[in-house]
């Protein structure tokens, strides 16, 4: 089979186009012909040598969408069937053929292809988590979203509304159309030195929820626009961990989902509350192009590779 694979962890043009023997699924597993992988900044971090005790060569990709192709006892699905799966953190998904545990895989959102449901797995997973499962958004309730333009937050924004949540963000000023045509209320730029204040003058008393996906300094302003005794959810990103003060309470956290996961957020897109966002799309051989673009940051929506 084809992959785009690392043979040293030294980074993203470590990443070559390459030939590897064809997998053949265990017990509790399924061989999925890949059509779509979506690429995430995890993907950029395995391969920079974060995460010590990766065998190599490393096949980066850590969400696929295809056909099952084969299956290992107890697989829980069949030959053919169109599915879509965490991969997590063994990767894989850069290649033609991937393997993928029975329970971290579920049947494709029939409203979506198949690199629109890639792009899902990850982004949208820990939008879900972040918001309902951790942060307890209600409705009625106001979120603030940093980093709402990117394949996380295009996800969160649409959750959020979807939950009857108000909900404003933060973005850079050529993304605020795109977030206004998702469901949000009013979207802020970070660039202002004023825009927590501008936050607290339409919020008055400060948002219920933070949910940040950007880290550093952003995470720390959006802190000044949560209300005293409200709540904090950041995703895992290097740099100092989050710091809580005026009662209010969160946590960081990072997502890896499975099946219970994925057939929630099919449900959503079926249901039309949530549409996928991949904006930009780039076949296998340019998956180093594509990890350089997830790097560079201030992407919008979720960047994928389409394979086959």
Known sequence: MRAALARQLSGIDSVELGELPDPAPAAGQALIRVHGAGVGPWDVGFLSGGFPGLAVPFVPGQEVAGVVEAVGDGAGVQPGER???????AGGGFAELAL?????????????NFVEAAGLVIAAGTAYEGLVDRGRLQAGETV?????????????VQIAAAAGAR?????SPPNHDY???????EVFDYHAPDWTQQVRAVVPGGVDLLFDGAGGQTRDQALAAVRDGGRAISIVLQGT?????RGITGESFAAHGGRPRLEQLAA?????????????VLPLDQAREALARVAAGHTRGKIALQIG
């Open 268 to 280: 959503l897109v079926d249901s039309g509350k949530l549409r996928p966002q991949a904006e930009t």
């Open 241 to 245: 961990p989050l710091q809580l003060e």
């Open 144 to 156: 603030l979203i940093t980093a709402a333009a990117g394949g996380v937050g295009s996800a969160a």
């Open 100 to 112: 993928a545990s029975a329970d971290r895989l579920a049947p494709m959102p029939g409203k979506a």
């Open 179 to 185: 977030l206004l045509s998702l469901g949000v209320g």
């Open 167 to 171: 909900v404003v963000a933060v973005a």
């Open 83 to 89: 599915v879509y799966a965490v991969l997590f953190p």
